[in-house]
């Protein structure tokens, strides 16, 4: 461990409350009225006032000034009404006008300026007018046919929501918005019911965050946070983990109901603002090799020239996470998440339904599935099908010796040792052939290199980080069709959206699963998570000081390889990365509240869980949040 300089002090708490939560009213900002003004002929005249610095200008409006107009229309509008035929499409019209190479947005943000400029220029208002000849039962109805076939239906949906903010395109937009509300109640046959979804809140959580605020690249550094985290532990509760003391494993799940997370972000990317993390998150990329990985899944490759916004030309960047802690019940989960993720090739063999397996069985171990449990196991099935290693390789693990020892659990270095080098005949571990993390490519040596602890091996048969089988998920646009996406969009019944640009990519999640003593839960824990970045570099997860997890930056630059190279090497984690403390409710993970969709405690007739429930608030206790900065020149 290096000398390290102390940068931040921080104290937070952080809490999730059952109960029923109250809508937010958002204010309306108003002016006052002015005074009326009138010209020297007496002419009443209406002020109008910018609202918005971006929208209208201060004007006059002066009573039948409008129809004069109308009467005289502009040099421009006649050059452009003269551009059109009599009989010209309404989506040719469109073209032939320019407006279709207006943009709307930028980088997959929609804009409001953009969107008033469309609605309230010259060419539109042409535009509207020859749909207004083409079309006089319904002309509004045309338009959005129009602006749909160019823009797709929910980006019109958000230009009209946005071109009603501002005065000079909200005449336009609102007509826009009868015509899109007719279209749903008589094409679609939407009822309010289809169109409007009533969601219901039976918990409030918190969350904070540094982005954009303080983000630092430790090149050499270390968090410290000392904390309690949040579970169903008073007397009062019923706990039956508290009997046995507070270094004993937490095992009664339903105690622990919420997901506590202290984590960290690339600060390219905004937490919870998916338009920031689509093709940001989780990437540790430089290269350029369109043949192995498409740049354009990557919104900063290495291979755009030109990235602007001050970039540099030819850098790819990204978005990537390293969790100090996720909560998960009686588990707490270490974790960095990269991309691109590793090929099928490398990664553990998929479940074969066929075989009765589902796909929860990888999380037990209890797979049929030949290779489908962990990772080159067994042995001599992934020799035979695969003439390299799969997975990233020699990550370390290490015990929480704050639990109370189990005989059962305890290994010998040579046991294991001699396991590995005869193959693993079974198609799952046990303590007596498996490294203690099930993790067959970990590093075995001793830990940093000097007394009798060997990663890898407990030898004291205490609580062990576990190899994760969540090694990742693949990411798609909602357009996409690639059947790979957990949800590929039907191209017979699904129109496209054009909500964002395509993607779809594999991202990887490089983690260990410790099991927690009871004490987390009691009181207060010391987590630490040193990060140096480079070739030499790590990211090691410790516990008072005693590593649990760490991932050497040679396990994510030389991963494994087929003869045709096709496996993507990241570079080690060095983006600027803030910080975030939240705690979340899912009814989706291991740890999940009771009578999860409804009210905690249901129709209140199971004790159990009555108990449980007046147990909330739970609480995240954050008694402070140190970051240390190496001082050493030779990183």
Known sequence: MRFYHLVLLMVAVLFASAGPTSAYRGSKLTTPEAQAQVLQDNTPTKRLLRAYTDDEERGISIPGLESVLKVFPSSKTKQLQGLLKADETLGNAFKTLGLSKMPIGKDDFIETKMVVKLFSSTNFKVWSKHAARLNKQDPEGAMLTSLTNVFGEKNVATMILLGKHTQSSRQVANKLEAAQFKKWATTYKYTADDVFVKAYFFYRSAMVQSWNKFCYRYQGGMIEARVQLPGAVTKASGNPDLAKGKNSKAKTTKYYPTWPGIWMMGNLGRAIFSGSTNRMWPFSYNKCEPDLFDPSNQRISACDDTPGYGLNPNQGRGAPEIDVLEGGGTLVSSSLQIGPGMPDDYRIVPVNFTTGDYYACIYAGTCMTPGANYVDVPTAYYKKERSYKSWYQGLRYAANNYCTPDPDEKQRYKTITASLKTGITNNSCSSDVCPASNDVNGDLSLIDG?????????????????????????????????????????????PKSNAMSSFNYQMDAISANWPVHLGAYTNFVVYQLEWVTGKNGYVRWMLEGNPLFEVASESISK????????????????????????VALSSSWGATPPNAGKECRGNGTDPVVNKICDSFPLYLKIDYTRLYQDLAGDL
């Open 450 to 494: 000097k007394g009798e602890g060997h990663w890898g091996i407990n030898s004291n048969g205490t609580c062990y980080p576990l190899f994760n089988v969540y090694t990742g998920s693949y990411l798609c646009d909602p357009d996409n069709t690639y059947s790979k996406c957990a949800a590929p969009r039907n191209e017979t019944t699904t």
């Open 559 to 582: 991963v494994p390889q087929n003869s045709n190279k096709t496996n993507p090497e990241k570079i080690m984690l060095e983006e600027p990365m803030y910080i975030i403390f939240n």
